[in-house]
């Protein structure tokens, strides 16, 4: 034998090693990690007992640490069981989460950094960052711990996930957005999707900062606002509707009376005269829903002076239009659509899908005297969001719905870091709508709609 294939044979040997090692080891902390998991599971079911929890519920974080860790110490000394310092005090905080919290999830929902959290069974956990999705180390003890969050989740909203009912929307304390469905429509175990929303509500000029939209384009948006004008919000999914329509409901004065109608409430207004209001779903025996379209219309006797409808999906959508046609102006509403021509074209198939054989026509001509407005959001390549363009309507042509479009952001390329490039533009179109802006004092310089040269 050679000495070069001595060599090779003895690299080869090294790695396989190298390989069975590896796997040891992984094996090895997959079992101190199982029996991490069974102690914590025993500990947090002796503790329900010993501790009270409607007082630690309301205690300062100091206290709910001591009293936490007391209770582990008695328990680990009744148990002969001796810790180390960092994994007892991982222990009295996983704990804690458990107790009070949504177990493994709870440090995902303290970071600031993570949009979106999506679970896909016990031992897959995803985070979205800065518009990228990347799995995190984070997971279950089994399908049935995550479900039992699940469960914790909706009953904090009075709602139920079990066989008979196996899909639920929900909503955390802070706001933020919860889906789940567990099996037997969920083939692998549990699913778990939670839409966060930050703590601190983003403003107009952090869509600046972002570069989602220009400083000129929020002027343009403060004056339609203001100015009462109707405006529908169209984006796919993770585009950013609701946090736009955040934003815009902001330039609404203080002093009007704001409806919101939502599937579950998301929306974080500033204003004080707010109502909110929030659909429910049937019960086992398929009693006691309330739709969207039953809130409108029910929202049209509270004497409203701004509706804002979380997202347009069926039959509210004929009772919106109705409202907006009939002196309810200034309201604001999202769809889902990929293009503003889109967003029409679902309107009046959702409108259509009332079963009133309403013509088409007539369809048509309710959405372009209802609608002033119409913004497409986009979700980029590299992840950032963006108004991609935002149209006038200004009436029919025939059969036709026209508009005219005010803004757009033009494409350019990717940079070297894989980044977006691009401007936004200004078609050089003064828009119709600049009439009833004046008419109510408030007048924009020329120069917003100047075409860029």
Do not use: W
Request: glycine fraction near 8%.
């Amino acid at each position: 034998m050679s000495l070069i294939t001595r060599i090779r044979d003895r690299g080869q040997g090294d790695q396989g090693q190298v390989v069975v090692l590896s796997r040891e080891k992984e094996q090895r902390d997959l079992k101190k990690e199982s029996a991490f998991n069974a102690l914590k599971a025993k500990i947090h079911f002796r503790l329900l007992n010993l501790l009270d929890l409607a007082r630690l519920a309301e205690a300062p974080d100091n206290v709910l640490q001591e009293d936490l860790r007391r209770g582990v110490d008695f328990i680990l000394a009744e148990e002969n069981l001796v810790l180390p310092y960092p994994e007892k005090d991982r222990l009295c905080k996983d704990i804690r989460d458990e107790l009070l919290g949504y177990g493994p999830l709870e440090p995902l929902l303290r970071d600031n950094s993570v949009g979106d959290i999506l679970v896909n069974g016990y031992n897959k956990v995803y985070v979205e960052r800065q518009g990228k999705l990347e799995l995190t180390s984070v997971c279950f003890n089994d399908n049935s711990h995550l479900l039992k969050i699940i469960e914790k989740i909706a009953a904090g909203v009075g709602r139920r996930v079990d066989e008979s009912t196996p899909m639920v929307d929900a909503r955390l304390p802070d706001g933020s957005r919860v889906n789940a469905i567990i099996p037997p429509l969920a083939l692998d175990g549990p699913a778990l999707s939670i839409r966060k929303f930050s703590k601190d509500p983003i403003k107009v000029r952090d869509l600046i900062a972002f570069e989602s939209i220009t400083p000129e384009i929020a002027q343009v948006l403060e004056a339609a606002v203001k100015a009462r004008l109707n405006i529908l919000i169209s984006g796919g999914t993770g585009t950013g509707k609701t946090t736009f329509l955040n934003v815009l409901s902001s330039f609404i004065p203080n002093d009007e009376r704001i409806i919101t109608i939502e599937d579950s409430a998301e929306l974080q207004l500033q204003q004080e005269h707010v109502v909110r209001l929030e659909t429910r779903p049937p019960n086992l025996e398929g009693l006691g829903e309330v739709t969207q379209r039953d809130l409108v219309r029910n929202a049209l006797r509270m004497r409203p002076e701004r509706i804002i409808l979380g997202e347009v999906r069926g039959g509210e959508s004929l009772d919106m239009l109705q409202a907006m046609n009939t002196g309810h102006d200034g309201s604001l509403a999202t769809i889902h659509a990929n293009s503003t021509r889109d967003a029409l074209t679902r309107l009046e198939t959702m409108v259509s899908m009332v079963g009133l054989n309403i013509p088409d026509k007539a369809i048509r001509h309710q959405i372009s005297s209802a609608i002033h407005i119409v913004l497409q959001l986009a979700r980029l390549s590299d992840g950032s969001r963006k108004m991609m363009s935002l149209h006038e309507i200004v009436g029919m042509e025939g059969d036709t719905i026209t508009m005219q479009e005010i803004f757009s952001f033009e494409l350019l390329g990717i940079t070297e870091d894989r980044k977006v490039k691009g401007e936004f533009v200004a078609s050089g179109i003064r828009p119709r709508f600049m009439k009833r802006l004046e008419a109510m004092g408030l007048k924009l310089p020329t120069h917003l709609f100047r075409q860029n040269t």
